[in-house]
């Protein structure tokens, strides 16, 4: 291990109540297994955050819409600013900028999603809601699974912090009956008493990578590097390497509704399904990939050939048409 005596590391993050909660807990973290050195934060907002009115698909390209949460955290890591970047992985691009690396991928929560139903209302599922109830959701992938499994629901967007979310929902005077949101983030900032049910992810494919936590560091902070090893979950590294990588062959963002379910049993098996859903929910293809696996380049060789396998199933041709509009 690297001397670490004396030296104060940064981690940074987004500045919502989310991002600054798992920041605080893998600074502790780090705290406590190394004393010897000081760990501080930073927050800062991103451009998704600077425009919290705006749709994610009008501040940029689907392939260019992950980069909305983590560009200008990258700008800090690169020029000294901060030295570990703390992401949710799913807002992470598949392709990193020139300088940067993830060092360690942190033990994965439950990764499905959940809905939320307006506080005063009984109804507890999606199929218990009245034809022609309004669900909120900022994501494309969500609003699309919706439309296919619940047609008889409208979708109408919703974006904003989870405690804004939450205050959209219930205001009286707003449209929303529920929303669909992430069970991990909302057990996180300390809102599971909100949770009605989840998604189970054979009904509702979850996204790449979601539920886990992923630190980013400068290539070369052997330092950095170091530290983050000790922080790695390799169950959780291997399944998002393979979701990642179907991901980055579909040439996908956080624009294109791509929902996955991966599962890697005790003796190395790992098992992911995938499927790409048109906005409307009237066309999906799926496919299933099983193969054993022992490191993270294996684990990506099975995710891009999912994406293969989608793409000979027609998910070139629904990714194509979501583009050219």
């Known amino acids: 291990m690297t001397d670490l005596q004396g030296r104060t590391f940064t981690l940074a993050s987004r500045a919502s109540a989310l991002a600054q909660v798992q920041t605080n807990g893998v600074a502790e973290t780090l705290r406590a297994l190394f004393p010897e050195a000081t760990f501080t934060t930073s927050f800062m907002t991103s451009v998704a955050d600077r425009n919290p009115d705006a749709t994610l698909a009008s501040l940029g390209t689907a392939k260019e819409g992950k980069a909305l949460w983590t560009s200008d955290l990258e700008a800090a890591l690169v020029g000294g600013q901060a030295d570990l970047l703390v992401h949710c992985l799913k807002d992470v691009p598949t392709t990193l900028p020139e300088g940067c690396e993830i060092a360690a991928v942190l033990e994965r929560a439950d990764p499905v999603d959940s809905f939320v139903v307006k506080s005063g209302e009984k109804w507890m599922s999606l199929d218990e809601l009245p034809e022609g109830s309004v669900v909120g959701t900022g994501s494309v992938r969500r609003g699309a699974q919706l439309r296919r499994g619940w047609p008889k629901l409208k979708v109408l967007g919703v974006r904003g912090n989870l405690d804004t979310r939450l205050a959209k929902l219930d205001d009286p005077n707003s449209p929303y009956s529920a929303l669909i949101l992430a069970k991990a983030g909302m057990e996180r900032v300390g809102f599971s008493e909100r949770l009605t049910s989840d998604l189970p992810g054979t009904k509702f494919p979850y996204a ?23 922080l790695n979950d390799t169950d959780t590294e291997l399944t998002c390497a393979a979701e990642r990588a179907c991901l ?48 993270a380049a294996d684990a990506s060789a099975v995710g891009a050939r999912l994406a293969q396998g989608l793409i000979e199933k027609g998910a070139r041709k629904i990714l194509d048409e979501i583009r050219a509009k």
Request: with cysteine.
């Open 248 to 295: 980055q062959v579909l040439e996908g963002g956080c624009s294109v509704p791509v929902g996955v379910v991966t599962n890697l049993s005790q003796d190395g098996e790992l098992e992911i399904f995938g499927c790409v859903t048109s906005v409307d929910g009237t066309e999906q293809v799926e496919c299933t990939v099983r193969e054993r696996v022992s490191n």
């Open 208 to 230: 790449v990578a979601q539920g886990a936590l992923a630190i980013e560091i400068r290539s070369g902070d052997a330092a950095a590097k170091a530290l983050c090893a000790r």
